[in-house]
Structures are given as C-alpha cells and as structure tokens.
C-alpha cells in the first residue's frame, strides 16, 4: 500500500475539523445545544497546528525508524 502524502491527510483533517465546526454552530442557531455544549463539543483554536505538528512528527519517526 501507498502512504498518501502529509498534505493529503492534513486537509482532510482540516475538512472534518471544519464541517464539525459547521454542523455545531447549526445546531446552537437551531437551539439544539447551548453554548456551552457547543464550547465543550468544539476543537481548540489551536487544533489545526497541534495535528499538523504531530503529523509532521510521525512521518518523521516514521522516515527514520524501523517500527
């Protein structure tokens, strides 16, 4: 099997990150959940970075040991 690149997986991060984002802010507008549901169901602000970081990191361990 094929490993697809970093910038693949990350976007696709991304997109599923996103569309969370966007299904909770309709739910709050809908006033299925309130707002601190949608603060408790929501990624930190951060959380694009920190996945990108560690998946820089696994390719790199991955590139450099035998697991």
Do not use: C, Y
Request: hydrophobic share 40%.
């Amino acid at each position: 099997k094929k490993n697809p690149p970093p910038r693949f997986v990350k976007s696709q991060i991304i997109n599923e990150i996103a569309n969370h984002s966007i299904k909770l802010l309709e739910l709050e507008k809908a006033g299925q959940i309130n707002s601190s549901e949608f603060l408790a169901k929501s990624f930190p602000a951060d959380a694009i970075q920190t996945i990108d970081k560690a998946i820089a990191t696994a390719f790199d361990l991955f590139n450099t040991e035998e697991l």
